[in-house]
């Protein structure tokens, strides 16, 4: 499930009832998804779902925790890569992370800032008279 849908879909794989983490996905997610899920002791659950002509095998990959839910699990930072590091939202969906937080960058462009009207070219643009 993506990290910006947080809605809870619990399906019956191999004859379990499991949470879906994610459905649709290709072998590399799942490989992904399925090592970092059992080093944080899940147990997991894969069902294939066969492409049609011309399309790619995908797999739906859930946990037997009925209380699981993603979303909560990697804002809450519960979960844990086997390096030590948690589990952030760009390391979950195998983005690039950024060290330097986006929205502190605005101290390193002007340091002089005293208030908002600093940070904004037009302060007047998103303001109501």
């Known amino acids: 499930m993506p990290l910006n849908k947080g809605k809870h879909i ?44 011309g399309h790619a095998t995908t797999y739906t990959i859930g946990v037997t925790d009925l209380v699981f839910n993603p979303v909560i699990a990697v804002y809450e930072k519960s979960l844990k890569h086997p390096n030590g590091r948690k589990v952030s939202p760009a390391s979950w969906d ?16 002007n340091p002089d800032a005293v208030n908002e009207d600093d940070f904004v070219q037009n302060p007047w643009a998103y303001r109501t008279v």
């Open 10 to 53: 619990v399906q019956e794989i191999d004859g379990v009832l499991c949470t879906v983490v994610e459905s649709g996905i290709n072998s590399d997610r799942l490989t992904f998804l399925k090592e970092l899920l059992e080093f944080n002791q899940f147990e997991v659950k894969v069902v294939e779902v066969p492409g049609e002509e």
């Open 94 to 109: 195998q983005e690039k992370e950024v060290e330097h937080l986006p929205y502190f960058d605005y101290r390193e462009k």
